[in-house]
């Protein structure tokens, strides 16, 4: 038996068998946690702690074993049920939900010592085998993440077909939508006298585990157009099954700078005149701010957003563009990417986003900040369209309570976004709630004429959220919520794997409502894992960054 500490649970013991049972647990597990209870409303908070064997030492009858296996799958299905005779023994069984129950014999000691050591043998089994398909799971999620914002050609292929790709393999070879190669064998696109080497290199990934050294292959866009690529072949997992990564890396320079991705490079923040320009890579025929009257006008000059700064930041501040990638929990919703820029102050320092806000809010500049950020979010998501295809990708933009409160503003950009439907349905405009609730009659004009044009309106809420305030939202056309949520809270909760939570329910709403939901403020692995199997779309956080930065 191992030596790692076992957890049991002993319900309503009883002597004699209860001291014969603890001497059997303790000679097969000598690290062994042995647990009392005496009625069975005691275990909802016990079951917490995910014992391994649950330990029944009376007779159950048919309605509160019914009752006893429901608590057992919510709180810890891997526990397994032993009940006690002193006449005969059963063999392990599922039963209710698939959690499984067998009876000990006690009346020889050393059957129950060989039966004990069995079931916490294969007790300590199930407990490794799930844990080891959480890790999956998760693995898997990661870099399904991993591709879909990689700037390098990259696709997912089951038995040599594609099930997933991203947006420069799509651009690579000329697609304008992801279904004109979904399931397509990918042998179809590889010249025909190249067929043996690809099929014996895919082959080679699909069986083992070391991924294949770079190959040179011609290989044909939809237009029919032949390139020279390196490709490599790398073995995966896509949604539970063996799947093989193909990268590719085209040698043609007009091929490979399709993909790359122009960062917008002009700064509004220190002067009037920079202020009024257009970016200079965006798509957008009219700048949304108003221009400059052709009068001279004497320039007035730029409030500094920071509070009173040292001369030395004084000199030299600049903002940034940033666009924080999200992850896709649920597969076949586009990539999510929340633009946040940031501050740089003549010393070096940097000013984040959400503080910001709050200077901006306190300098009342916040409708200039959101300005730019709209416009280096226009940019980005025009890129896809540049590159020629409809590839799907959404840039979420928070917007002050000034676009709710001075309407004639929102009009601006209801106009500007009529004439271009594509970016239109690429940008998530999102308002805090409690803005929402303050002017939701202007919120009843506006809101419904931007989601006509195609822009998808978001809500900035916490976990305290109405029904009633969701259901309004939900009929004015809003389509996403952001929870910033409580990430201690949500650790605690991940730790005991705890499931009918206050959140959990709130979620439900959300998605019995049709309101698509991103998780903010995920600070570690265990709550990323615990949220992932919860019916939301989209997860934020610190700890996604840090894998952004590893990666």
């Known amino acids: 038996m191992s030596q790692h500490p076992v957890s049991c649970i002993l319900v309503q013991p009883r002597e004699p068998t209860s001291r014969v049972l603890e001497s059997s647990l303790r000679r097969a597990a000598p690290r062994l946690s042995l647990r009392q209870v005496q009625h069975i409303n005691e275990l909802a908070k016990k079951l917490n702690e995910l014992p391994a064997l649950l330990l029944w ?3 159950l009858p048919d309605e509160q074993e019914h009752q006893l296996l429901s608590l057992i799958q919510q709180r810890s ?43 916490l043998n294969y007790a ?9 398909k959480q890790l999956l799971r998760l693995s898997e999620l990661r870099c399904q993440w991993l591709v879909d914002q990689s700037r390098e050609p990259v696709a997912f292929l089951v038995q040599g077909k594609h099930v997933h790709l991203n947006v420069p393999y799509l651009t690579l070879f000329g697609a304008e939508h992801e279904t ?4 397509q064998p990918f042998a179809a ?15 080679s990934a699909e069986q083992s585990i070391q991924p294949s050294n770079k ?127 940031y501050l740089q102050t003549g010393t070096g320092k940097k000013v984040a986003y959400a503080q910001l806000k709050q200077y901006a809010e306190r300098e009342n500049n916040r409708r200039r900040l959101d300005n730019w950020t709209l416009r280096q979010a226009m940019a980005r998501a025009m890129l896809p369209a540049k590159a020629g295809n409809d590839a799907n990708i959404l840039v979420w933009v928070e917007l002050g309570e000034w676009f709710l409160a001075e309407p004639n503003h929102a009009a601006e950009y209801l106009r500007h976004l009529q004439q271009q439907p594509l970016l239109a349905m690429r940008l998530i405009l999102s308002v805090r709630l409690d803005a929402f609730l303050k002017y939701e009659g202007t919120a009843i004009r506006i809101l419904p004429l931007l989601k006509k044009v195609g822009s998808q309106l978001a809500l900035e809420a916490t976990p305290a959220i109405s029904q009633p305030s969701l259901e309004r939202a939900k009929k004015l056309g809003v389509s996403f919520v952001r929870l910033a949520l ?13 499931r009918d939570t206050t959140l959990q329910t709130l979620l439900t709403q959300l998605n019995s409502l049709g309101l698509k939901v991103v998780a903010e403020d995920l600070a570690d692995i265990a709550s990323m894992n615990w949220l992932c199997q919860s019916p939301l779309h989209y997860l934020a956080g610190g700890v996604l960054d840090r894998f952004r930065q590893a990666a």
Do not use: M
């Open 215 to 341: 190959v040179l292959l011609t290989l044909y866009q939809k237009s029919g157009e032949p390139f020279r690529a390196e490709v490599r072949f790398i073995p995966a997992v896509f949604r539970h099954q063996r799947a093989v990564q193909v990268y590719i890396h085209p040698l043609d320079h007009q091929l490979d700078l399709k993909t790359r991705l122009v960062r917008p490079d002009s700064d509004p923040w220190q002067t009037p005149a920079t202020l009024n320009a257009s970016p200079k890579v965006a798509a957008v025929s009219k700048p949304i701010l108003p221009t400059q009257p052709s009068a001279p006008v004497a320039p007035a000059p730029v409030k500094p957003v920071l509070a009173p700064p040292s001369q030395a930041d004084k000199k030299g501040l600049s903002l940034h563009g940033r666009f924080r990638e999200t992850l896709t929990v649920r597969a076949g919703e586009p990539a999510l990417l929340l633009a946040e820029p």
């Open 180 to 183: 004109e190669l979904l399931h």
């Open 486 to 498: 409580d990430s201690a809270q949500v650790a605690a909760w991940a730790k005991t794997n705890v």
């Open 77 to 119: 299905p891997d526990t397994i049920l032993v009940k006690t005779s002193t006449t005969h023994w059963e063999p392990l069984e599922k039963r209710l939900l698939e959690v499984e129950v067998c009876t000990v014999a006690l009346t020889n000691e050393s059957l129950a010592d060989q039966q004990l050591d069995y079931l």
């Open 57 to 59: 030492n009376r007779a």
């Open 124 to 132: 300590n089994l199930k407990r490794s085998f799930r844990h080891s």
């Open 189 to 203: 696109l590889v010249q025909q006298g190249e067929l043996g080497i690809f099929q014996s290199l895919l082959k």
